[in-house]
């Protein structure tokens, strides 16, 4: 079964760090662009970043460049979105997103990230 | 990056067919055939419906297709049923190797 779990997720006051996981199962991660999207409570899907399958080319949203960073290690099939820096408007669930033909086809259920002080 | 524009709601009696629009500019719907559509019900991650404008994945139903024109992408549901009940997002590839994604619809079936 295709299934991506996010981790990492919790309450952190401004200007602090989180380092979100995917852990990934069922097909082959190397192969695949990755996504960070996150959602504020009761607002819109915000595409974050993305990686490509060997990691050497990031893309990030403008609202979080030059503090988040994403990476991932196909050994552990599992992708990070290291975030610092943080900020109130950051509070989000953080799903990651599997890329590719079908793009966006596989979600994970999802991270809660507070960011309050 | 500014999201892209979706009517807030959108509303039909079981059986009809409601469309949903989804308007941006040439940088991001215009520009490419990447126009993709998010199903999302309450509590639950998205769920891909429609991508590069008018295909469906595997297991969607035919009830659902995506259109285009210019700036604007459609999402049409036909024979509106009581489970199509959610929100619905937008997506397109955008300059600068990003993406954007719209500022969502609420159906509600009647």
């Known amino acids: 079964e295709v299934q991506l779990v996010e981790s990492g997720g919790g309450s952190v006051q401004p200007g602090g760090s989180l380092r979100l996981s995917c852990s990934v199962s069922?097909?082959?991660?190397?192969?695949?662009?990755m996504h960070w999207v996150r959602q504020a409570p009761g607002e819109g899907l915000v595409w974050v970043s993305r990686?490509?399958?060997?990691?050497?080319?990031?893309n990030y949203a403008d609202s979080v460049k030059g503090r988040f960073t994403i990476s991932r290690d196909n050994a552990k099939n599992t992708l990070y979105l290291q975030m610092n820096s943080l900020r109130v408007e950051d509070t989000a669930v953080y799903y990651c997103?599997?890329?590719?033909?079908?793009?966006?086809?596989?979600w994970g259920h999802g991270t809660v990230v507070t960011v309050s002080s | 990056q500014s999201a892209l524009t979706q009517p807030a709601s959108v509303s039909g009696s079981p059986g009809q067919s409601i469309t949903i629009s989804c308007t941006g500019t040439?940088?991001?719907?215009?520009?490419?055939?990447?126009a993709a559509w998010f199903q999302q019900h309450p509590g639950k991650a998205p769920e891909l419906i429609i991508y590069?404008?008018?295909k469906r994945p595997s297991g969607v139903s035919n009830r659902f297709s995506g259109s285009k024109s210019g700036n604007t992408a459609s999402l049409t549901i036909s024979g509106l049923q009581a489970e199509d009940e959610a929100d619905y997002y937008c997506c397109s590839y955008a300059a600068s190797s990003t993406y954007v994604f719209g500022t969502g619809t609420k159906v509600t079936v009647l």
């Open positions: 990686l490509n399958p060997d990691g050497s080319t990031t």
């Open positions: 997103a599997r890329g590719g033909l079908e793009p966006f086809d596989i």
């Open positions: 590069e404008v008018t």
């Open positions: 040439s940088s991001d719907i215009g520009g490419y055939d990447f």
């Open positions: 069922g097909f082959i991660f190397s192969s695949y662009w």
